[in-house]
C-alpha cells in the first residue's frame, strides 16, 4: 500500500475528530464545570440542579409525545404513499418524487411559520376564513399545540421516511404476497402477514431517523410551541442558555449529555437496521417484475390525497409566505385584500442593515462552507471506500457520529469549545459547527459516487502508462461529478437554511438569515419574515440550479476532452 495513504487516513481521523468528539468532549467537562469563566473548577451542582428541576417532567412527556407522535405521522404516510407509488397503478406517479425531494429545500422555520400565518387561533388566514364564512365564535383550529406540532413535524419528516421505505417497496418480490392469496389469504391478511414483516427494517430504520430528527427539532417547537406555551426538550435547553441575566451553559450541558446519549443510542439502531434489510432483498432474477394492484373506484380519490397533500406539503407554505409578504397585517385573501397589496415589506427587509448583514452571511457560509465540506468529504470518502483499513472504518464511525447531534445541544458543546478561542462569537465558528454538523450529507453521495467508480477503470489507465494525477483528471473526477454536485448542492441547502446550531453560536455581528427570521417571528413582523423567507427560498434555488449547470458543464467538458 502506499505509505502516504496511512498519513491521510490519520489526518482526517484528527480533522474529522476535532469536529466531531471535540465538541462533545467539551459537553461533558462542561456539564461539570461551574461555568463558562469558570471552566475546570468541577462540581455535580449542574447535573443535580438539572435533574431535579420540577419541570422537566412535563418537559419529557411533551418531548415523548411531540416526538413519537410525528413520527408516527411521518412513517405512516410514507408506508401508504410509497406503497401508492410502487405498487399500485395511481395516475400521475410523478407527484411521489415531487413530494419526496422539494419539500426538503423548504426550510423547517419557514414551513413552520407558514402554519403559523394559517392556523394560528387569532388572526390565522384558514381560521379566519371559517369564521367569516361559517360565524364561527372561536377559531376552529389551533396551530400553537402539542397537536398542532405533531402535525407539522411529521409533514416534515414524511419525505425522509418515504425515501427509506420507497425503495424497499419498489424491490419486494410479489411472489411472496401471491403464494400467499394461493393458500387463501385475502389482500390485508397477506399485507398484515406477508408484506410488512418483511418491510420491516425499512419501516423500523424510516422510524427510528424520524425519531431522531423531532427529537433535535428546533424550529417547530420554537415558532408553533412557545406561543403556545408547550415546552420539549430543545425549547427547554434553549430557554436555559439565551433567557435571564446569567445563562447556565452548566446545566443546560447535563442535560444535553442525555439528549445527546438517547440519539447516538439510536443512531447506532438505525445503522444496524439499515444493515439489516440487506438479509430481506427479494428480488432473485432477471425477469422480476412487480405485479401493479388496480385500484379500481379508488383510484381517484386516493390520486386527489395525494394531490391535495402536494398541495399543502409544497404549494400551500410558499404561497402563504409570499401572500402575506404583500399584505399590511394577516387578511383573508379579498378582492379588498388585493388591492392593499405593496412592496412595503420588501423595501423594509431590503433597506434593513441587520438583514442584509444576516443575507450576506448566509451566502457566504453556503458558498464557502458547502465548498469546504465537499473537499473534506472527497478525501473522507475516497479514504472509507477505496482503502478499507481498519483506521478507514474509524473515520467512518466518526463522520457518522454527527447524525446523532441535536442541534442546540450540540451548538452548546461548541460554545463551551469556541469560548476558550478567539473564534468565539465569529463567522468562522459558525462555519466550523456546520462542518461538523452536516459532514455526513456531503460524505454519503460522494461514498456512493466512488463505489461507482470500479477498481479497474484506474487500473487500466495506469497500465496504458497514464500518471496518477492524469488518471484522477481523466477517469476518476469525471465519473464523480454528479457526487460531488449532489454533495455540493445538499450542503449548501443545509447551510443556508441552518437554524439549531446558528441559534446558539450567532452573535451580534454573524447573525444568519434563520436567526433573523426567527427574530422577526418574535416581534411579530410576519410581513417582514416572510419577505425574507421568499428571499431564502429563491437563493437556494439558485444555488442549486447554479451548481446543477456547473456540474453538467464541467462533465460535458470533460467527456469532449477525453
Known sequence: ????????????????????????????????????????????????????????????????????????????????????????????????????????????????????????????????????????????????????????????????????????????????????????????????????????PAILAAFVLGVVRSLASYAVPRVLGTPGRVEVLATYLYEMIATGYSPDYGKAAALGMSALATSVALIWAYRALTAESGKFVTISSRGWRPTVIALGRARLPLFGAVALLSFVVIVLPVAVLLYTSFMPYSMVPSAQAFAQMSWRHWLEVIEDPISLLALRNSVFLAVVGATLGVLLSLFVAYAIVKLRTRAAGVLESLTYLSFSFPGIVIGVGFMWFFVQTPLYATLTALLVGYLATYLPYGVRPLASAFVQVHAHLEESSLVCGASPLTTARRITLPLLIPGVVSAWILMAAMFLRELTVSVVLSRPGSEVLAVQILSFADDGLWGKLSALGIIMIAISTVLVLAASFVGARFKAMQGAAG
Do not use: C
Open 1 to 200: 500500500m502506499n505509505p502516504s495513504r496511512p498519513a491521510l487516513t490519520y489526518t482526517l481521523i484528527a480533522i474529522v475528530g476535532l469536529l466531531t468528539v471535540a465538541p462533545v468532549a467539551m459537553l461533558a467537562f462542561g456539564s461539570f464545570s461551574q461555568g463558562l469563566n469558570a471552566f475546570g473548577q468541577f462540581t455535580t451542582a449542574k447535573y443535580v440542579a438539572a435533574y431535579t428541576d420540577p419541570a422537566l417532567l412535563s418537559v419529557i412527556v411533551n418531548t415523548i409525545v411531540f416526538v413519537i407522535g410525528s413520527t408516527l405521522v411521518a412513517t405512516g404516510l410514507a408506508l401508504v404513499f410509497a406503497y401508492l407509488n410502487t405498487r399500485t397503478d395511481i395516475p400521475f406517479k410523478f407527484l411521489f418524487g415531487v413530494l419526496a425531494i422539494v419539500p426538503m429545500m423548504i426550510p423547517h422555520l419557514l414551513f413552520s411559520v407558514a402554519w403559523g400565518l394559517l392556523l394560528n387561533p387569532s388572526n390565522g388566514l384558514i381560521n379566519a376564513a371559517l369564521m367569516e364564512t361559517f360565524g364561527l365564535p372561536d377559531a376552529p383550529f389551533n396551530v400553537y399545540s402539542l397537536y398542532g406540532m405533531i402535525l407539522v413535524e411529521g409533514l416534515l419528516n414524511m419525505p425522509i421516511a418515504y425515501l427509506i421505505i420507497a425503495p424497499a417497496m419498489a424491490s419486494f418480490d410479489v411472489s411472496l404476497e401471491e403464494s400467499s392469496r394461493v393458500f387463501g389469504a385475502g389482500t390485508w391478511r397477506t399485507l398484515l402477514r406477508v408484506t410488512l414483516p418483511v418491510l420491516r
